[in-house]
């Protein structure tokens, strides 16, 4: 779909910097480390195009890329162990602003890893999202790494979650960017909502 076409456009720290809403555009949230930016280069068949921050303090921008017809949005991870509070603070003022006031997003993706499942951190962004009224999907990240029960337990508790929350799609998308499971079927979500 978009391989070979797919551009870094700008990282933005702020709502005046945002590209011109001319078009559709999906972003991807999660935890720092739920494996975000390996599923953006796995979905854009480019290694290195999306770089892991994981830092705190480093993870506030907002990353535009272009794809075909469609920007595609990688929010900063958020749950850091230990974030300054400042640095929490702007995160989520940036976060409200930017999913509350984008005319042309249709829809995010929340990460979350498949050995742990949806966390308290990820429920807050699911509340924020319903009260944006920005639609979202699951997207399981690491689907290669659960053994035994661990990966039922994690769907279970992601269930659990997506029920609360009304801007949820009910439907968890199983990826793995390691073995490329559920990629195709990702990239296909996306492209009907060009
Ligand atoms: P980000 O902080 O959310 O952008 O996470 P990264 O994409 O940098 O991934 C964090 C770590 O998880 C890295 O060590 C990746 O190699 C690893 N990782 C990411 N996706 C997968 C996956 O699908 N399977 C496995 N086994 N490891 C993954």
């Keep these: 779909l978009f391989a070979g076409q797919t551009e870094f456009l700008k990282g933005v720290v702020a709502m005046s910097g945002l590209p011109p809403a001319d078009r559709a555009e999906v972003c991807f949230a999660g935890r720092s480390n739920v494996g975000k930016s390996s599923l953006i280069n796995a979905l854009t068949g480019r290694r290195g195009l ?11 921008e907002v990353n535009f890329f272009t794809a075909g017809d469609i920007y595609l949005v990688d929010l900063p991870g958020y749950g850091f162990a230990n974030a300054p509070v400042k640095v929490v603070q702007t995160w989520q003022r940036l976060m409200k602003d930017y999913l509350s006031g984008r005319s042309t997003l249709r829809r995010a993706f929340l990460l979350i890893d498949a050995r742990h499942g949806a966390k308290a951190v990820d429920e807050e962004i699911m509340a924020l999202l319903d009260r944006s009224a920005v639609t979202f999907q699951a997207v399981m990240t690491k689907i290669d790494k659960p053994r035994g029960d661990d990966l039922r337990r994690a769907l ?11 801007a949820a799609f009910p439907e968890i998308v ?11 079927t990702l990239r296909g979500l996306i492209a009907t909502l060009e």
């Design 174 to 184: 199983l990826t793995s960017s390691e073995t490329g499971q559920g990629i195709d």
């Design 156 to 166: 279970d508790v992601t269930r659990a979650a997506l029920a609360r929350h009304p």
């Design 50 to 60: 999306a770089r892991a921050s994981n830092t705190p303090g480093r993870t506030q």
